[in-house]
């Protein structure tokens, strides 16, 4: 079946740390991607997406590039700021029509000054 | 941008009674609208997906008698936890498809924090 997996949180980065959150997933046909996030308080927030293979998503200095061949969709961001600390969830879509998002457990990002 | 307002965002409650969750579409209309429930370092599970004017579809394993779902408008979708034990504490999240220009978007809500004594 489809489903996706992301690593374990939390992940715990000072300011201007490299950021990096793997995420892998299994579907059949070709899935589109998503990155969301969640602050505290606040309802999830699409970051971003790829819809096919060797897209790279981007917003906000995070990017996420779709890789068929490993089946991974990794969130990176060169430069993290406090603000980022929330939860991230990779997520994919079966590209049917009606279909709801298959999400990951989602990973707890803080960042310290 | 689009807004779904999701009410409560905690409720403690006793074993035996029922809670309703509100999912609202404030600037838009909703034809669907999904019901998600997270249960602690667990993935967001889909439970039911809810058209407006039409019977929810639920997500296999989860009892469509104990989770009632209602969405008699275009804004507005209701989860009722019936009968709710402490099994059923959980993070339960709505998130609603809009049209955009191009396609369509899902809006979520904040969540509601649920737990049963």
């Known amino acids: 079946g489809n489903s996706v997996t992301q690593m374990e949180g939390p992940v715990t980065l000072s300011e201007e740390a490299f950021l990096t959150i793997n995420c892998t997933y299994t579907a059949t046909g070709y899935p589109s991607l998503f990155w969301y996030v969640q602050y505290p308080g606040e309802g999830l927030q699409l970051l971003l997406k790829?819809?096919?293979?060797?897209d790279k998503g981007s917003n906000k200095g995070f990017e996420a590039t779709y890789r068929k061949e490993t089946t991974s969709f990794h969130l990176e961001k060169g430069s993290v700021q406090v603000s980022d600390s929330a939860v991230y969830f990779c997520?994919?879509?079966?590209?049917?029509?009606?279909?709801?998002?298959?999400f990951g457990k989602g990973t707890t990002l803080s960042v310290s000054s | 941008g689009a807004v779904v307002s999701q009410h409560p965002s905690r409720v403690i409650c006793k074993s035996g009674t029922s809670v309703k969750i509100e999912c609202r579409s404030l600037d838009f209309q909703a034809t669907t609208m999904f019901w998600y429930r997270q249960f602690p370092k667990q993935s967001l599970m889909l439970m039911a997906t809810s058209n407006e004017g039409s019977k929810a579809t639920y997500e296999q394993g989860v009892e469509k008698d104990k989770f009632l779902i209602n969405h008699a408008s275009l804004t507005l979708s209701t989860l009722t936890v019936t009968s709710a034990h402490p099994e059923d504490s959980s993070f339960y999240i709505c998130?609603?498809?809009?049209?955009?220009?191009?396609?369509?978007?899902?809006?979520f809500g904040s969540g509601t924090q649920l737990s049963v004594l």
């Open positions: 997520a994919l879509n079966k590209n049917q029509a009606g279909t709801a998002l298959i």
């Open positions: 790829a819809t096919k293979a060797d």
């Open positions: 998130s609603a498809r809009a049209p955009v220009s191009g396609g369509e978007k899902l809006f």
